[in-house]
């Protein structure tokens, strides 16, 4: 038995905290993806998406392969709000709650679509 009690604290210090069984890594993870698309269904390629945490300013989402999908937030967790404008289509908005485990976020995925002018 004391060979385990001396394991267990230095396997704790070789992998960091324990959370859910699984050592915490430092991979970061998108909070958010948006699918950005018309009123017909057809991916936006060139909209431009933007997100704010929290209410603080905002930053830019990186636009994923120019398919009308970017990601936002870098494993911030709190109050997402998403800004998505592009030519010929009404601006839109929507807010969400991003949670976390400790670790890392639950990431989402969701779907904006623009109203064309």
């Given at each position: 038995?004391?060979?385990?009690?001396?394991?267990?604290?230095?396997?704790?210090?070789?992998?960091?905290?324990m959370q859910?069984c699984?050592?915490?890594?430092?991979?970061?993870?998108?909070?958010v993806t948006?699918?950005?698309?018309?009123?017909?269904?057809?991916?936006?390629?060139d909209?431009?998406?933007?997100y704010?945490?929290?209410?603080?300013p905002?930053?830019?989402c990186?636009?994923?392969?120019?398919?009308?999908?970017?990601?936002?937030?870098?494993?911030?967790?709190?109050e997402l709000?998403?800004f998505?404008?592009?030519?010929?289509?009404?601006?839109d908005?929507?807010?969400l709650?991003?949670?976390?485990?400790?670790?890392?976020v639950?990431?989402e995925?969701?779907?904006?679509e623009?109203?064309?002018?």
């Amino acid at each position: 038995m004391q060979k385990l009690s001396i394991f267990v604290p230095i396997f704790t210090l070789l992998l960091g905290p324990m959370q859910g069984c699984q050592a915490c890594d430092e991979i970061l993870i998108y909070s958010v993806t948006v699918d950005v698309i018309d009123d017909e269904g057809s991916s936006i390629a060139d909209a431009m998406v933007t997100y704010s945490v929290d209410g603080a300013p905002e930053d830019l989402c990186v636009d994923i392969g120019g398919h009308g999908s970017f990601a936002c937030g870098l494993d911030e967790a709190g109050e997402l709000s998403i800004f998505v404008q592009a030519d010929g289509f009404l601006a839109d908005e929507a807010t969400l709650f991003i949670d976390d485990d400790g670790c890392h976020v639950a990431p989402e995925i969701m779907e904006m679509e623009l109203q064309s002018e």
